[in-house]
């Protein structure tokens, strides 16, 4: 469902208007300054973003294509998406963002007392959690099984996850450990896109 126009706007789609405004511009100042400037998202990404159910969203490419550029401006589209006239969010929907070796560095276990666990829960409960660069991490025993309490909650409630990775789900039981490869598998079935092109660090700057 679509806005009326600006003329005949009813007061619940001013006030979420207001409010998409007011999330939006939130979140630009959040997004690091290289990932700002707006892209063309893959087709792929615009059907995940306009069909989402739950389902989670695997970007994977060489290095260097835009995978996390990809995902930062996929968070922006899907954080707008929210906030159309038929969906009833109470609140600003929550969005996390983790690079997998801060992440993994958070979870070892001389982290200091309670934050580990404290931030499971913070990234299994958000509404949408974007991992970045995840076959990066360096992994031990303790972080795949934090790791493991985090995405088995997120899988069980349906709650979405957006991945960037140099490697296929499938691929990834050697960083996540094989319980979390086989779940995430599932959770990105039908939502895998494979970006294409050069490296673009090695492009010539304008």
Known sequence: ???SSAEELSPRESVLVERRYAALHRFDERIPALYRPPIDLPKEVLDWVAG???A???LTGHIGVG?????????????EVQYAADRSWRGTPVIKMFRSTALFDALRPDAPSGEGRTLVRELQTCDLLFIDDLAAARPTEWTQERLFELFDERYINRRPVIVTSDVLPNHL????GPRVASRLAEMCRGSVALLRGDDRRKEPRP
Request: aromatic share 20%; net charge positive; with cysteine.
């Open 67 to 79: 995978k996390t550029h990809t995902a930062w401006q996929t968070c922006r589209r899907w954080l």
């Open 52 to 54: 989402w159910g739950g």
């Open 173 to 176: 039981s050697e960083v996540t």
């Open 1 to 3: 469902m679509s806005f």
């Open 56 to 58: 989670s969203l695997f």
